[in-house]
């Protein structure tokens, strides 16, 4: 399973692995900007936050714009829904407690959909079939999978479902870090045993010239769901949801995760849950 997911994701980028832009969010009331039980108007802007530190989902490229699957997405569904999708790059655990004071609207950034994280932001359908992944050290032999990490020292991503699943290990020594490459990198310094991470930037982190010495071991850890999340309530989430299925049924929407993994996508369900 992970060497045929090896083989659909990203040899033909040469993306930075950069560090989050730590930009503080923007209040609320602008004109043109939607409250969050108040939809947007055709022509209206909708503040969206993202943490560009998450390849190849978002980043920050080489001229300094915003790239990635979740950013050409989240264009094309404002560019269908009639909105002016404007960009806020917060840290990741940090996007949950804006769009609950409502310094944003939507959140885009490789945001597993989760019935802990439901009971405080509504999500969109899913968007994207994703999965937990445990990577090593090459030449490490005795780590072939979840039921071998108790005990061992494991590096992951502050705020993210990797997390919550190593602290589920027992007797695991877990160390967090702001971005996924920073784990990597811990690993690769020799510092922890394993990282627990998102298939897709994990494998993509290994495949670059960045980040060398380590595998990914065993079978995917999980199966999830990226998904859009709104403040409760909002009122954005039907426009959002009707723009996502009009370009999954138009083909669109097939284009740009070709674009960025040269393969076909999965067939995504209308929830998670």
């Known amino acids: 399973m992970i060497d045929l997911t090896r083989s659909q994701f990203m ?4 993306l930075g692995l950069g560090l989050s832009l730590m930009v503080a969010a923007c209040g609320g009331g602008d004109p043109g900007t939607s409250d969050a039980g108040t939809p947007a108007d055709a022509g209206g802007v909708i503040k969206v936050a993202t943490e560009p530190a998450f390849p190849p989902f978002e980043s920050q490229g080489p001229d300094g714009e915003l790239e990635g699957f979740d950013i050409d997405l989240m264009m094309a569904i404002g560019e269908t829904a009639g909105l002016e999708v404007q960009f806020e790059s917060l840290p990741f655990d940090g996007i949950i407690p804006a769009l609950q004071a409502g310094t944003v609207d939507a959140a885009i950034s490789g ?4 019935e802990e994280r439901a009971q405080t932001v509504d999500f969109s359908s899913p968007y994207f079939k994703a999965g937990l992944a445990i990577a090593v050290q090459e030449g490490t032999d005795d780590i072939n999978g979840f039921e071998d990490l108790e005990n ?3 590096a992951v991503q502050i705020g993210t ?7 589920k290990i027992p007797g695991a020594e877990i160390s967090t870090f ?5 784990a990597l990198q811990e690993l690769v310094n020799g510092n922890v045993d394993a990282v627990i991470n998102d298939a897709p930037v994990t494998l993509f982190a290994i495949s670059s ?3 060398t010495g380590l595998k990914v071991v065993g079978e995917l850890l999980t199966e999830e769901f990226y998904g859009i999340a709104l403040p409760k309530g909002s009122a954005n989430l039907a426009a959002i949801n009707d723009a996502l299925a009009a370009m999954i049924a138009d083909g669109s929407y097939a284009e740009i995760y070709q674009k960025w993994f040269g393969a076909e996508p999965p067939t995504l369900p209308e929830s998670a849950f």
């Open 178 to 182: 702001d971005s996924a490459p920073l």
């Open 152 to 154: 061992k020292k494991i």
């Open 111 to 114: 945001m597993t959909i989760t």
């Open 209 to 211: 010239d960045n980040i």
């Open 11 to 14: 040899r033909r980028f040469a």
């Open 161 to 167: 479902t990797g997390a919550s699943e190593a602290a």
